[in-house]
């Protein structure tokens, strides 16, 4: 009975451990077609969110199916947040397992990075 509580509490954004109940932290991705260093996207109106959860191996083209396929390539992906920084590692695998890591980047939250491709250049991340 714990194990299927536990499952219909993750399904909900938290997760019940030993009676105490955790945030499950979400990356938020934004990407955006102007970013710049005082709004960062905040004020672009061509922008797309993704709400990702971290320390969990996903596979963008299962995770988002209507995206595009301009701004996710075709392999598993893993994402790491601490308080600074966003640690995303890709691998070889394309079915959810996050085997043989092919390339990693540390990525610094609420900064313009890109770029994303040619839709959405360019992105900021944060951890919550």
Known sequence: MFLRSS??????????I???????????????SDCCKTNL????SHQIEYKIPVSTCYNPQV????????????TDVYDECNDRYLKRTFY??????????TDT???VYDTCLGPFGEEYPWGVFSCS
């Open 7 to 16: 499952f219909l509490l993750c399904s909900l954004s938290y997760v019940l």
């Open 18 to 32: 030993d009676g105490a109940n955790l945030s499950q932290t979400l990356l938020t991705q934004t990407l955006c």
């Open 41 to 44: 996207c905040d004020e672009d």
């Open 63 to 74: 995770e988002f199916p209507d995206d595009n396929g301009d701004v996710w390539g075709a």
């Open 92 to 101: 070889s695998s394309s079915d959810g397992t996050c085997t043989n890591a």
């Open 105 to 107: 980047y540390t990525l």
